[in-house]
C-alpha cells in the first residue's frame, strides 16, 4: 500500500506564496513519476507540474513561471513552491505517484485558496 501524505495548503491572497509538501511511504520503484493535480469546482482535474527520479520535469502553461515542483527522492517526497498565486489558482491539490510498472496513486488532496 502507498500512501501519500501531503501539507501545506491553506488561504492566501493573490501575489502570495505557498509551498507544498508530499511525503510516499512504500518501495522506490512507486515513485518514478511524482507531482500535482489541481481540480476546481466545475473542472476536470488538470495536471499542475511532474517530476520523475531523474528530475525530467513538466509544467502546464498556466503556472510556468510562477511554480516550482522538486523532489527528494531518497525521502519519496515531492513539493511544489507556489508564487504569485492568482485566484485561477484555487482548487483542491491532489500529490500524485506512477510506478514504474504502471500504478498510479493518489493523495487526498488539500485545499489552496486564493482570495482577498
Known amino acids: 500500500q502507498v500512501q501519500l501524505v501531503e501539507s501545506g495548503g491553506g488561504l492566501v491572497q493573490p501575489g502570495g506564496s505557498l509551498r507544498l509538501s508530499c511525503a510516499g511511504s512504500?518501495?522506490?520503484?512507486?515513485?518514478?513519476?511524482m507531482g500535482w493535480y489541481r481540480q476546481a469546482p466545475g473542472n476536470q482535474r488538470e495536471l499542475v507540474a511532474t517530476?520523475?527520479?531523474?528530475?525530467?520535469?513538466d509544467y502546464a502553461d498556466s503556472v510556468k513561471g510562477r511554480f516550482t515542483i522538486s523532489r527528494d527522492n531518497a525521502k519519496n517526497t515531492v513539493y511544489l513552491q507556489m508564487n504569485s498565486l492568482k485566484p485561477e489558482d484555487t482548487a483542491v491539490y491532489y500529490c500524485?505517484?506512477?510506478?514504474?510498472?504502471?500504478?498510479?496513486?493518489w493523495g487526498q488532496g488539500t485545499q489552496v485558496t486564493v482570495s482577498s
Open positions: 517530476i520523475t527520479s531523474g528530475s525530467t520535469i
Open positions: 500524485y505517484s506512477r510506478g514504474t510498472f504502471g500504478n498510479a496513486y
Open positions: 512504500g518501495s522506490t520503484w512507486r515513485f518514478y513519476v
